[in-house]
T-cell receptor
């Protein structure tokens, strides 16, 4: 069964801390892994990773993919209260012998709370 | 720049009632999707439309129908609502046919409660 598992499910830190969020996956015909940030409403896109070992960075956020070990991490340095959100990991995959459509399977999300 | 717009934002229904959730995108995307989000379960795909004129089932399609009215609009219908369909529903869209390689962009969601 295709699945995406995130850990930890929740995390409480103080401003200035560095956090690492994990996403492991088991899917057929992997295509890409995406990270989203969800505050009160719509998930907003952060990163898409397709190749192992290439770090994506955006300000204090960075992410890397390991296709051999089937996981990705999302790092946030010098956390701020505005980083408090649910972080969602999603994997795009294609069913073996099926259509070419790339479906997204989401993990449960990690709830990050940053205290002042 | 509106992006993906969903209506209504909130709705309360009684068991057995029907309703349609509306979604429209102004980004000229080919692919559109409907998800539901339940506590502790992430987002699960209900139906998707890889291009105008096509629709297909996702992971949890039972109890729902969809219509891709045109390239901009993709609606989700509950014919006979059940309490198990209480959830937050998200519409999303992306470039490319068949999902492509681009990220999906989400609307703000519809919070639906069924009593």
């Amino acid at each position: 069964e295709d699945k995406v598992v995130q850990s930890p499910l929740s995390l409480v830190v103080h401003e200035g801390d560095t956090v690492t969020l994990n996403c492991s996956y088991e899917v057929t015909n992997f295509r890409s892994l995406l990270w989203y940030k969800q505050e009160k409403k719509a998930p907003t896109f952060l990163f898409m990773l397709t190749s192992s070992g290439i770090e994506k960075k955006s300000g204090r956020l960075s992410s890397i993919l390991d296709k051999k070990e089937l996981f990705s991490i999302l790092n946030i340095t010098a956390t701020q209260t505005g980083d408090s959100a649910v972080y969602l990991c999603a994997v795009r995959w294609v069913s073996a012998g099926g259509t070419s459509y790339g479906k997204l399977t989401f993990g449960q999300g990690t709830i990050l709370t940053v205290h002042p | 720049n509106a992006g993906v717009t969903q209506t209504p934002k909130f709705q309360v229904l009684k068991t057995g009632q029907s309703m349609t959730l509306q979604c429209a995108q102004d980004m000229n995307h080919n692919s559109m999707y409907w998800y539901r989000q339940d506590p502790g379960m992430g987002l699960r795909l209900i139906y998707y439309s890889a291009s105008e004129g096509t629709t297909d089932k996702g992971e949890v399609p039972n109890g729902y129908n969809v219509s891709r009215l045109n390239k901009r609009e993709f609606s989700l219908r509950l014919e006979s609502a059940a309490p198990s369909q209480t959830s937050v529903y998200f519409c999303a869209s992306s470039e490319g046919y068949g999902g492509g390689t681009q990220p999906q962009h989400f609307g703000d969601g519809t919070r639906l409660s069924i009593l």
